[in-house]
């Protein structure tokens, strides 16, 4: 079982920035994938980035070239920073995990934190 917490959330204005962190309860280094998702007021929760154990990144295009992603192995913990905040980015962002682990694989979510990009 693997536990996550999001954290840095909050209200920016358009233009601005804010970082994102996801602090996982175990080690993720061996992971099959580390990834951020949202979830916009009456849509559906879409992906925003996903970084796989190869070390391939996926990002949306609605955020490429805006966010970042990153990690800390020796604090077990995921970054997103997002840059060029718009208002469409409004939405609650989930960090994710998913995880091999014997034979069954496994996906674990955060609680989520709210981001609101507004003047």
């Known amino acids: 079982q693997v536990q996550l917490v999001e954290s840095g959330g909050g209200l920016v204005q358009p233009g601005g920035s804010l970082r994102l962190s996801c602090a996982a309860s175990?080690?993720?280094?061996?992971?099959?994938?580390m990834d951020w998702y949202r979830q916009a007021p009456g849509k559906e929760r879409e992906l925003v980035v996903s970084?796989?154990?190869?070390?391939?990144?996926y990002f949306t295009n609605a955020v490429r070239g805006r966010f970042t992603t990153s990690r800390d192995y020796v604090k077990n913990t995921v970054y997103l920073q997002m840059n060029s905040l718009k208002p469409e980015d409004t939405a609650v962002y989930y960090c994710?995990?998913?995880?091999?682990?014997?034979?069954?694989?496994?996906?674990?979510w955060g609680q989520g934190t709210q981001v609101t990009v507004s003047s």
């Open positions: 994710s995990i998913l995880k091999t682990t014997g034979r069954a694989q496994n996906r674990y």
């Open positions: 175990g080690s993720i280094v061996s992971v099959d994938s």
């Open positions: 970084t796989t154990n190869l070390g391939s990144t």
